[in-house]
Each structure stands twice: as structure tokens, then as C-alpha cells.
């Protein structure tokens, strides 16, 4: 059985896949699978791994999208999901069903998304980053120094880069996420 998703706003495509209201989940007979609230809208960074996770877990083979940024569609593809582009949000989802989609583009590379001005002034100011790495780290700052890796205000977590550069047993950090320089000790 192949499952389609498709982002939706007021029941039609969405323009914007990750600004969608819901998510919509068809089988090839054109039959509603499911309908989910977008996590992406509430949980910013975070809300769209769950989105990627959300269209994983319920099985779909392949997302239609109208615009999609370069990071998001990157996912999508790492996941071995197919992308296409629907060139009209007024289609009406029942198309979407077919095994040929002849009006859709297919979206196989990740370039083919919009490049994201957010993403982009993310990196300049050390949010979320375009490279993976472990934010969970086992460290303690040094005596008396707060934590820059606390819950912002509404509760998400900030991400920062880090560059290291030994000074005798502990780490000296630079934190883009605050531009300050930390001495860490590793556990």
C-alpha cells in the first residue's frame, strides 16, 4: 500500500510545507489514513524533526509539497522518501492518490528547495546548526560560570558550535551561542 503525505491549510495544499496546519495522510485509493496537527508550527527546530518523524511513523512513501526549504527536503530525501512538487495548491487531493503524478516535478535533490533566510541568520548567530553534533554533552562549567545551554524562555533549547583548544586539563570553549569563552571540564 503507498501513503501519500500531503501538507494542507484550510483544505487545500499548503504553500509552505512546514507553515501547514495539518498533515494529511492519503493511500492510493484516495482513502483519509490520518490527519495530524503540525508540529512544525509550535516547536520551531525541534518541531520539524517531528514532522519528518510524524510522516515516518505512519508509513507514507512519498511527500507532494509546493515549497519546501533546502534543509527540510534534505531530510525528507535522507529518509529514502519521494518529493514532489505540486504546481498548483487547488489540486484536488484525490490526484495526489495516483501512482503517476504527471503534473508533479519530482524532487530528488536537495537544491531544489528554497534557500532559508532563517537558516541562514541562524548559523551567523550560532543557532541551530546545519552539521549534526551532540548537545546532550557531559560537561560542568568551571567554577561559578552560568550555563548558556539552558531552556530559552519558551522552553526550546538553544543550540551553539563549539571550537575547542586545550589549555592545560580543562577545555576552553568559545560559545557562538553567547560569544563567551567558557572552561569546561570533561567528565
Known amino acids: 500500500m503507498m501513503i501519500t503525505a500531503i501538507p494542507m491549510k484550510d483544505q487545500h495544499i499548503a504553500n509552505h510545507f512546514s507553515r501547514a496546519d495539518e498533515m494529511l495522510f492519503i493511500d492510493e485509493q484516495g482513502q483519509v489514513k490520518g490527519r495530524f496537527a503540525n508540529p512544525a508550527l509550535t516547536e520551531g527546530c525541534e518541531g520539524k524533526k517531528q514532522l519528518v518523524s510524524m510522516i515516518l511513523a505512519n508509513g507514507a ?17 535522507s529518509q529514502q522518501l519521494s518529493v514532489f512538487h505540486a504546481k498548483n495548491g487547488r489540486t484536488a487531493i484525490e490526484y495526489f492518490a495516483s501512482s503517476h503524478l504527471a503534473d508533479c516535478e519530482p524532487f530528488t535533490e536537495a537544491s531544489q528547495g528554497r534557500p532559508s ?17 551532540n548537545h546532550d554533552h557531559d560537561h560542568q562549567h568551571a567554577h561559578g560560570e552560568e550555563d548558556c545551554h539552558n531552556q530559552s524562555d519558551s522552553g526550546t533549547h538553544k543550540r551553539c558550535c563549539e571550537s575547542k583548544s586545550k589549555l592545560a586539563n580543562e577545555t576552553t570553549t568559545m560559545k557562538r551561542c553567547c560569544n563567551k569563552k567558557h572552561s569546561l571540564i570533561a567528565h
Open 61 to 77: 512513501d512519498r511527500v507532494i509539497v509546493r515549497n519546501i526549504g533546502q534543509q527540510l527536503l534534505s531530510k525528507l530525501l
Open 117 to 133: 533566510i532563517n537558516n541562514i541568520a541562524k548559523k551567523a548567530t550560532g543557532g541551530c546548526c546545519n552539521h549534526e553534533h
